[in-house]
């Protein structure tokens, strides 16, 4: 019996229902951790507490400085960049109405969740440790405060990574994305109502299924409000599915990944942390998330909220798996979510997602142009400055789609001619009518990496070479590497070799398999940093950047984790049953489970069904049972709503607790649950990314 039990009520009427339950606190162990972690993952994450000035200095102090090969790549890059052209400036400041001041959110507790006015230092000349181009682009995303796009259409922005968009109706305004957390998007609403008057909010609209055109849902209206139907929410087809798998399954991983993405452990200065070329970072308050009233299913398909007509465009399998676009006919403005911005997308995010399909992507783009094009004004999106001018809204529009377009044909045509995904990306140019585009540049996708991924979508992670079809895993091959190159000491010799001639690119590879290898050799280590830094202080890409002062930072001063666990309990709750049992499927310890055998039912009384899960061969497999159907008896059956079910599997509700309270009804052996629970492996935050 473990020490939890032994804490239990000794009570002989609950001995044996307390044996079936003995592992429902704390979230059933691996249940609850496999659950409540997927709200780690649903946005990257960024820690920004305590006192940044500090954190920055010592950082500083042992960040290393940019080398003489960076300093001129950053000038050559300074004199051959159009930084003549200054109108995306000019776009950033038009409407301006007020800023607000400070620009610091923070939580119920005190607590910092926002903070723009750390990147005051993004001004004036750029600084030798930042590409010029990233630069700029920080120069812009950091501007924030209500913004005027055309008469009765405003945005709020700089309170997160994305923005919030406002249109006044006929008795108040709807909002669309309500930002990543409640305390900005409260904050973004606040600031519209102190200029445009305190108008309630009777309609909302999320674009796609990103946590950070969701999350802040709460913070501008209510659950009940939108229950009575004074504030319906719309959504393209899919969405709430998405919303929750794409957030949740691989959830945790996604979580430790996008804290390197957004720089999440770094300081804020020019030797750290710049912005993330989609915006500046992510909010790090409550993410909620209100489910939809109102599906979007197929383009053509119009509606009138607060009197406001919108006719949508469906674009499924573009930035995002469930997203659209929209028009406002009687302001002649459209809305292109994240399908059109002043950055290159990703085909694919470092934090990790499924691969996206750029030919789709530039159809739907050529679909929004021959639907919208020459009846638009102004066109806004979801990030960055709106596009104003009917043949600047088409020619925008065009050579967005000509970019995805053009990677997606030309990564075929040399794929088809035996390139690999690592070759082509090393070639791959985009044409100098799409390349000069500042909108087109790598602040966000890059072309490096889009490529990859687009050889990933059609041929997966295998280049046809059978020398890469069994290698060695990274421990195994650093020591044969090492042993080959002669000993750590010669593996560090030519990496400062490499390092001093300026090919930082063979430096981190070769000191990747000596790290591997010799995990404690802290030359290697510190080496490797500086190497991570020069390449971070040279990306133009704002999130390459990030991976590599991250990992630098991790090789000086130890793993970071995931700094900011946060969870979602709304968008938990948002899970499907089906859903539910596929987190706990993931969370099996397979090996341990080999031999186990167990069968129960859970009858799920507010929708009408019995979903039923078998245990064998270390699978969890699940399914709804066929009325009438003749089945064998399980081991145990609970009885219980979808909420009880959610709430007893994440520990929010303790099994036992629930069982008493009548929620839960119990028939057969309870102790099926605890071997159940008993099988269940718990997920690392705080895996090592850049060490073994």
């Not at 043949?391 to 997606?408: F, M, N």
């Not at 009858?603 to 699978?619: A, M, Q, S």
């Amino acid at each position: 019996m473990t020490e939890r039990q032994h804490n239990r009520d000794d009570d002989a009427r609950n001995d044996e229902r307390d044996k079936g339950f003995a592992l429902s606190r704390r979230g059933m162990f691996g249940f609850g951790a496999a659950l409540v972690a997927a709200g780690a993952g649903i946005a990257a994450c960024d820690s920004r507490s305590g006192d940044t000035a500090l954190e920055a200095e010592a950082v500083t102090r042992t960040a290393s400085e940019p080398s003489p090969d960076i300093t001129r790549q950053q000038q050559v890059q300074a004199r051959s960049l159009p930084f003549g052209d200054t109108a995306d400036f000019a776009a950033t400041d038009r409407g301006f109405i007020a800023a607000m001041k400070p620009d610091a959110v923070r939580d119920e507790h005190g607590n910092v969740v926002w903070d723009n006015d750390s990147y005051a230092f993004v001004s004036g000349k750029c600084p030798n440790s930042v590409h010029p181009s990233l630069w700029r682009q920080s120069q812009l995303t950091v501007k924030q405060g209500l913004y005027e796009v055309t008469p009765g259409i405003y945005q709020v922005r700089g309170l997160d990574l994305s923005n919030m968009t406002l249109i006044e109706g006929r008795t108040g305004v709807i909002v669309i994305d309500p930002l990543v957390s409640t305390q900005t998007a409260k904050a973004a609403l606040e600031l519209y109502r102190a200029h445009r008057g305190n108008r309630p909010v009777t309609g909302m609209i999320y674009t796609h299924s990103h946590a950070d055109h969701f999350g802040g849902a709460m913070g501008v209206t209510s659950a009940e409000d939108v229950a009575a139907g004074r504030c319906p929410i719309l959504a393209p087809t899919g969405f709430l599915e998405h919303a929750v798998s794409e957030n949740i399954y691989a959830g945790t991983a996604m979580a430790r990944r996008s804290a390197y993405m957004y720089g999440a452990a770094l300081p804020r200065g020019d030797h750290g942390q710049v912005g993330a070329g989609l915006g500046m970072t992510v909010s790090t308050g409550t993410i909620s998330l209100i489910p939809p009233t109102v599906d979007i299913t197929h383009t053509g398909q119009q509606e009138i909220i607060d009197g406001v007509p919108i006719v949508f465009q469906l674009t499924p399998g573009t930035e995002a798996p469930s997203e659209m676009n929209f028009y406002f006919p009687d302001h002649r403005a459209l809305c292109m979510a994240e399908n059109a911005t002043h950055t290159l997308h990703n085909i694919l995010t470092l934090r990790g997602a499924v691969v996206r399909d750029p030919l789709i992507w530039s159809k739907y783009l050529t679909e929004t142009v021959n639907l919208f094009g020459d009846k638009t004004d102004v066109a806004f999106a979801s990030h960055h400055w709106p596009t104003w001018g009917g043949e600047e809204i088409v020619e925008w529009l065009a050579l967005q789609r000509d970019s995805y377009a053009y990677l997606h044909d030309q990564t075929l045509r040399l794929l088809n001619q035996g390139y690999t995904g690592i070759e082509i990306a090393e070639v791959m140019r985009l044409p100098p009518a799409l390349g000069e585009k500042w909108y087109n540049q790598g602040y966000y996708g890059t072309i490096s990496h889009d490529v990859k991924a687009i050889y990933q979508r059609y041929m997966g992670w295998f280049d046809g070479n059978p020398a890469h079809l069994w290698e060695h895993p990274p421990v195994e091959g650093g020591k044969l590497h090492v042993a080959a190159i002669g000993g750590a000491d010669q593996v560090l010799s030519h990496a400062r070799k490499a390092f001093d001639a300026g090919d930082y690119r063979w430096t981190v590879q070769l000191l990747n398999y000596l790290i591997f290898a010799e995990p404690d050799n802290r030359s290697a280590k510190m080496l490797q940093a500086s190497a991570f830094e020069q390449l971070g202080y040279g990306a133009e890409n704002g999130t390459w950047r990030n991976f590599y002062l991250s990992g630098a930072y991790e090789l000086r001063n130890g793993n970071f984790g995931t700094p900011t666990k946060a969870n979602s309990p709304s968008l938990v709750a948002a899970m499907t049953v089906d859903q539910t049992f596929d987190v706990i499927a993931a969370s099996i310890d397979g090996p341990r489970a080999w031999s186990a055998r167990l069968t129960a039912d859970w009858v799920i009384t507010d929708e009408k069904r019995t979903h039923r899960i078998e245990l064998r061969n270390g699978v969890l497999v699940h399914y709804d049972l066929v009325p009438g159907r003749q089945v064998r008896v399980p081991d145990a059956t609970f009885t219980l709503t979808r909420p009880t079910l959610i709430a007893v599997l994440t520990g929010a509700e303790e099994m036992s607790a629930a069982v008493t309270a009548g929620k839960v009804a119990v028939s057969g052996d309870p102790g099926t649950l605890t071997r159940l629970t008993g099988l269940l492996d718990k997920p690392d935050p705080d895996f090592a990314i850049v060490t073994p």
